[in-house]
């Protein structure tokens, strides 16, 4: 076996060297605090009311922007709950199975009291043989973490970390208020930027800081806006971004739709219900990371899941598909609600868990 002294070096070293993108936008953003507040605002501007005006916008979007994206940093990614990890004596029966087919039967067993509604490719079970456990929906085994990540998204350098369900609303916040900085600062340098060229500021060192804060300002808001329309797109679809390179395989087969509910409910699983919350990096994404509500699962029993005179025609074919009888989630059951009338569907929610008569059938989309 390989010493673990070369090995623990060689991991310090990557985790020092993944720091390194974090300090250099740390650095231009205490540099651009620098070159607004003390040489535009300070030094250059000469009127007091408009300097008193923009240093107070400059650290409201200044407080947001190092709110976000402190939270976006240090805020750890979600792992899967204990129910999906494998008992000792599951590991030891998966291991002694040599065949695909046969380690395929055992993970279905395991799976199906489980919330699992996606498949590989080929339509197996979908496990880590890293972390040893069946993977929930929308999750993904990040390299860099080396870890499953809870809806994963992406592993973003910028903030050394993983954009998953635990940070994912924090990283939306983070795109929009860095995107009103860099606007924010591009805005109000902009005259004294012309007066750079027009000879009408002093000969002074702020004079450099007022030029290269333009174009620093100019070029990210360009990247951050392309960006941050992105994001808002994969939101509106409910999408992650690896789900919009791949779109997710369900039972009946690929729908890069799956998890979409409309863009409301999408909007809500990320921002949560309660708007005064919206604005602030405070955690207030709906659900557990585990389990997603789909358009493919009906919970209201008033409401039939496919035109009448056909129930038992949608009733064999969900049981063709083999899809979990049990109920969703109190997350999924506030976003299949027809109103968002939260504190009600609350109640039903826990109806549900109690073993209240609310089946989960599945829509059958028939030709």
Same mark, same amino acid.
């Given at each position: 076996?390989?010493?673990?002294?070369?090995?623990?070096?060689?991991?310090?070293?990557?985790?020092?060297?993944?720091?390194?993108?974090?300090?250099?936008?740390?650095?231009?953003?205490?540099?651009?605090?620098?070159?607004?507040?003390?040489?535009?605002?300070?030094?250059?501007?000469?009127?007091?009311?408009?300097?008193?005006?923009?240093?107070?916008?400059?650290?409201?979007?200044?407080?947001?922007?190092?709110?976000?994206?402190?939270?976006?940093?240090?805020?750890?990614?979600?792992?899967?709950?204990?129910?999906?990890?494998?008992?000792?004596?599951?590991?030891?029966?998966?291991?002694?199975?040599?065949?695909?087919?046969?380690?395929?039967?055992?993970?279905?067993?395991?799976?199906?009291?489980?919330?699992?509604?996606?498949?590989?490719?080929?339509?197996?079970?979908?496990?880590?043989?890293?972390?040893?456990?069946?993977?929930?929906?929308? !999750?993904?085994?990040?390299?860099?973490?080396?870890?499953?990540?809870?809806?994963?998204?992406?592993? !973003?350098?910028?903030?050394?970390?993983?954009?998953?369900?635990?940070?994912?609303?924090?990283?939306?916040?983070?795109?929009?208020?860095?995107?009103?900085?860099?606007?924010?600062?591009?805005?109000?340098?902009?005259?004294?930027?012309?007066?750079?060229?027009?000879?009408?500021?002093?000969?002074?060192?702020?004079?450099?800081?007022?030029?290269?804060?333009?174009?620093?300002?100019?070029?990210?808001?360009?990247?951050?806006?392309?960006?941050?329309?992105?994001?808002?797109?994969?939101? !509106?679809?409910?999408?992650?971004?690896?789900?919009?390179?791949?779109?997710?395989?369900?039972?009946?087969?690929?729908?890069?739709?799956?998890?979409?509910?409309?863009?409301?409910?999408?909007?809500?699983?990320?921002?949560?219900?309660?708007?005064?919350?919206?604005?602030?990096?405070?955690?207030?994404?709906?659900?557990?990371?585990?389990?997603?509500?789909? !358009?493919?699962?009906?919970?209201?029993?008033?409401?039939?899941?496919?035109?009448?005179?056909?129930?038992?025609?949608?009733?064999?074919?969900? %049981?063709?598909?083999?899809?979990?009888?049990?109920?969703?989630? %109190?997350?999924?059951?506030?976003?299949?609600?027809?109103?968002?009338?939260?504190?009600?569907?609350?109640?039903?929610?826990?109806?549900?868990?109690?073993?209240?008569?609310?089946?989960?059938?599945?829509?059958?989309?028939?030709?």
């Amino acid at each position: 076996m390989a010493p673990s002294g070369p090995r623990s070096i060689k991991r310090g070293c990557q985790r020092v060297l993944y720091w390194i993108p974090v300090l250099f936008i740390a650095l231009i953003v205490a540099w651009s605090y620098y070159a607004y507040v003390l040489q535009l605002c300070i030094e250059s501007i000469e009127d007091t009311g408009e300097k008193v005006v923009y240093l107070l916008a400059y650290h409201a979007i200044f407080i947001m922007f190092v709110w976000a994206y402190w939270q976006t940093i240090f805020t750890k990614p979600m792992n899967p709950l204990k129910e999906f990890q494998l008992s000792h004596s599951d590991k030891e029966l998966l291991e002694r199975e040599d065949r695909g087919e046969s380690q395929q039967e055992i993970l279905r067993r395991i799976a199906k009291d489980l919330p699992i509604y996606t498949r590989t490719n080929s339509g197996a079970i979908r496990f880590c043989d890293r972390c040893h456990l069946l993977k929930p929906d929308r !999750c993904h085994h990040c390299s860099v973490c080396d870890k499953c990540i809870l809806k994963m998204d992406h592993h !973003c350098p910028w903030v050394n970390n993983c954009v998953g369900f635990s940070n994912y609303k924090f990283f939306m916040l983070f795109l929009a208020y860095s995107l009103l900085y860099c606007l924010f600062i591009t805005a109000t340098d902009l005259q004294y930027f012309i007066k750079f060229w027009t000879k009408g500021l002093p000969d002074t060192q702020a004079k450099f800081h007022i030029l290269f804060l333009f174009f620093s300002a100019s070029m990210f808001s360009v990247s951050l806006a392309s960006l941050f329309i992105y994001h808002c797109w994969l939101v !509106c679809k409910n999408r992650s971004t690896l789900e919009a390179v791949r779109a997710p395989v369900f039972r009946h087969g690929t729908d890069k739709n799956g998890f979409s509910l409309g863009f409301t409910k999408n909007f809500l699983q990320v921002f949560g219900d309660e708007a005064k919350y919206w604005p602030v990096p405070v955690f207030s994404s709906l659900g557990d990371g585990c389990s997603f509500p789909t !358009c493919l699962v009906n919970l209201d029993p008033e409401q039939p899941s496919s035109p009448s005179g056909s129930s038992s025609a949608s009733q064999s074919a969900a %049981e063709g598909r083999q899809f979990p009888s049990k109920p969703l989630r %109190e997350s999924q059951s506030r976003l299949l609600t027809s109103t968002p009338s939260w504190p009600e569907s609350e109640g039903a929610g826990d109806k549900d868990k109690k073993g209240a008569s609310n089946p989960v059938m599945t829509i059958e989309n028939e030709a």
